[in-house]
């Protein structure tokens, strides 16, 4: 079975613009949670979708959005880049019954 | 507010020993703890989980123990390997969908 997979990998942005980074789950998995990693702030939680709804979200500002598709595939945009944007996006799946979940390799964003 | 911490941010032990890598949580309300392993260049990977109705767990040389009454948890692995050298994040789960991450430990393994 194919892991989580996300696209680009790598991205370099400039300030004031805006980027959409995608996440295909593992085949059957219903849930998507996003996650930014930085090294002064580790792990923090974005946002939960299950079955197209946002279930949860964390403390992030309103430029950080995200939506999923029928198909469970889910995207997040970033909009209105600033500096302290640039960190790994991690992505995971699960069934949505719980806390199990499987991370992607994430996306490298850079912000110049 | 929610916080998961951790002691110690770097661990270096010697091939063959045992690694401890200790963690604090705030949340009483949590229902699962959870370890978490990173290398380089790879998102987190499961390890081991525990009820917060349990003290302890064991897994494949890894060992969770859980400590309520000082909101203290740990990892333990036996015989640490060099493949071992990693990220350890434990992390926290009160329901909600919404998983809280501790900072992280680092954890190097001499030859």
């Known amino acids: 079975k194919a892991g989580v997979t996300q696209t680009p990998r790598y991205l370099i942005k400039t300030r004031g613009q805006q980027v959409t980074l995608s996440c295909s789950p593992i085949?059957?998995?219903?849930?998507v949670s996003w996650y930014q990693q930085t090294p002064g702030q580790g792990l923090q939680f974005l946002f939960e979708?299950?079955?197209?709804?946002?279930?949860n979200k964390g403390n992030f500002p309103g430029r950080f959005s995200g939506r999923q598709f029928s198909n469970s595939r889910s995207e997040m945009n970033v909009s209105t880049l600033e500096l302290g944007d640039s960190a790994l996006y991690l992505c995971?799946?699960?069934?949505?019954?719980?806390?199990?979940?499987?991370f992607g390799p994430g996306t490298r964003l850079t912000v110049t | 507010g929610e916080s998961v911490g951790l002691h110690l941010p770097t661990l270096s032990v010697q091939e063959g020993d045992n690694s401890i890598i200790n963690c604090a949580y705030s949340?009483?309300?949590?229902?699962?703890f959870i370890w978490y392993k990173q290398e380089s260049g790879k998102g987190p990977q499961f390890i081991i989980d525990?009820?917060?109705?349990?003290d302890k767990r064991q897994g494949q040389r890894v060992t969770v123990l859980l400590n309520k009454t000082v909101k203290h948890l740990s990892l333990q692995i036996a015989a640490t390997q060099p493949g071992d050298s990693a990220v350890y994040f434990c992390?926290?789960?009160?329901?909600?969908?919404?998983?809280?991450f501790g900072a992280g430990t680092r954890l190097f393994v001499k030859a």
């Open positions: 995971a799946s699960g069934s949505g019954s719980g806390y199990e979940q499987y």
């Open positions: 085949s059957g998995h219903r849930s």
């Open positions: 979708y299950f079955s197209e709804t946002q279930r």
């Open positions: 949340n009483s309300a949590s229902d699962y």
């Open positions: 525990i009820r917060s109705n349990m």
């Open positions: 992390a926290e789960y009160t329901g909600g969908f919404k998983t809280i």
